[in-house]
């Protein structure tokens, strides 16, 4: 190329006239087009890896090990992180699988599992695994962003599985097939990330008791008759941001120090909250001081105004109770005895 590029500056300077710029462009054009191959091969290449990889693990994990390759490996020996955990969990599913057919059984759970996966995706949160019925969910695990901005996106994605589940339920019953309850527990705290497993098999996942609390709070949705639990420090991330309504404090079995539990409020119900919150509050006072008949009081007049309501149906029963058999000793937080 630079020798024709002299020849034609010669024959210029002699006053030919020899068609240098079709040749050049034809020379650009070419490498233009090796260059545009190599990009398209890429593009394709990275989609194969990553379709490959998303079947294995959770779809950020896999752009992950792509696009951050020795960040993502730096991780898999173990490093603690703050995280937020989620567990979701399908109320009396073991029953159903004594009584329903498999195979429909098994399309429903399909259904509703591939629902819960969207809002996990849409929040970009991992995937941890499936354990059955139930889904764990990590946020903070693979990204820098600060606990805040996880935090919440773990509670909207909570709030999204519900508003999901409400579709889903509405359609089955249309179907003439039985439709799922489900609680959620969300807990934010410090946790080892790591690959964890044998030689045979491993997994990039969440230890600790972070991840041994937040599936707690799942379980306690049962107790308190509510379908979603965020821990106080939840709570403290989003609060801001949330409309949160305080359910208790408790200690829960094999742990000394309490834990704050709340319930975040959809928008669809904020206005019936709103009205009946300042009985709640009044209720919430008056249990924590240990004045339970008028705790008692307070938390009836809140379950008339919102008939069938969990929380206020357990505390009242439980401030009753109370007020026959005060506890030895109360400082606002209530015992768990078993898990």
Known sequence: FLLYDQAVRWAMDAGHLIPFVPIALVQ????????????LQSVLERRRLQGMLSRMVSRNVAEAIIDNKDSFYATLGGVRRPVTVLFSDVHGFTSMTEDSDPAALV????????????????ENGTLDKFIGDAVMAVWGNL?????????????????????????????????GIAPFAIGIGLHHGDAIVG???SDEKMEPTVIGDTVNLASRLESLTKTYGCNLLLSGEIAALTGDTLTLRPLDRVRVKGKRLPVALFTAIPASQAETWHGIEPTWTAAMAAYSAGDFAAAATHFAAVLAAMPGDGPAT??????????SHPPAAWDGVYTLESK
């Open 28 to 39: 650009l054009t070419g490498g233009g087009g090796v260059l545009i191959k190599q990009f």
């Open 107 to 122: 399309q429903q759970l399909n259904e509703y599992l591939e629902r819960m996966v969207d809002a996990v995706f849409a």
């Open 143 to 175: 990204s820098v962003r600060p606990p805040e901005e996880e935090a919440r996106a773990a509670v909207r994605s909570a709030l999204a599985m519900l508003a999901a589940l409400d579709t889903l339920n509405a359609n089955w019953q249309a179907r």
């Open 195 to 197: 690959n964890i497993g």
């Open 314 to 323: 357990l505390l009242v029963r439980r401030c009753t109770d109370f007020a």
